[in-house]
């Protein structure tokens, strides 16, 4: 049984920086794609970035240049690194498998105070 959970969320300033952790359970982490997505107050869950399982990212216009999302097939884990953030990144982080099976965790709260 696939599992993910999050961590790293929590509250910053302005400008701030945070770094997400995913942790997934399982066999299949390695050839699987790996993302985050995010879903703030009142709005739709949106794509934030993705990682294949040989690496090639794909980002959100509203994050590039400021977030990087990385794994590590030996820890089963995925990694969004965010700097200079900012008030409208606030949202709840959500971590995407996708591929051979689809799972979601349970998000972290991302708060970005001006």
């Known amino acids: 049984q696939v599992r993910l959970v999050e961590s790293g969320g929590g509250l910053v300033q302005a400008g701030g920086s945070l770094r997400l952790s995913c942790a997934a359970s399982g066999s299949i982490f390695s050839i699987s794609t790996m993302g985050w997505y995010r879903q703030g107050p009142g709005m739709q869950r949106e794509l934030v970035a993705t990682?294949?399982?040989?690496?090639?990212?794909n980002y959100a216009d509203s994050v590039k240049g400021r977030f990087t999302i990385s794994r590590d097939n030996v820890k089963s884990a995925v990694y969004l690194q965010m700097n200079s953030l900012k008030p409208e990144d606030t949202a709840v982080y959500y971590c995407r498998m996708s591929g051979f099976v689809e799972r979601w965790g349970q998000g972290t709260q991302v708060t970005v105070s001006s």
């Open positions: 990682i294949t399982s040989g690496g090639s990212t």
